[in-house]
């Protein structure tokens, strides 16, 4: 009777009075909350697990494609200081062999070089 008399302050519904009494209930409210909970995560996972895997795939491109250019920087440096060790011994030859000409070659570049920058 008690229900029914308290079930009038909510409109004489006695289910929407049961249903805001369920409502306050704070076991009730924890029991659909980790319900809701579970519910979300086991509908998330798939997802996380897409996003991870897509996560995953473009940092082994990344890794690959890092390492393909590393090797080749790699390769062309070793290229470069060969060719700089091979000019450097030539033009030390050709000093030796001619040194009044490297002279007139290293002024006549001064000299142009002077006019560049001005």
Not at 26 to 34: F, G, I
Not at 59 to 87: F, P
């Amino acid at each position: 009777m008690d229900k029914i008399t308290l079930a009038g302050d909510v409109g004489g519904d006695v289910e929407k009075y049961l249903a805001t009494q369920e409502a306050f209930n704070p076991a009730a409210m924890s029991t659909k909350a980790h319900v809701m909970v579970e519910s979300l995560s086991d509908r998330a996972k798939p997802a996380v697990d897409t996003v991870a895997d897509a996560a995953h795939e473009a940092t082994s491109l990344v890794v690959a494609a890092a390492s393909g250019t590393i090797e080749s920087l790699v390769a062309q440096t070793a290229s470069l200081s060969a060719i700089r060790v091979k000019l450097l011994a030539q033009s030390k030859t050709y000093v030796s062999e001619n040194p009044v000409k490297a002279i007139a070659i290293g002024v006549v570049a001064g000299m142009l070089l002077a006019r560049i920058v001005r």
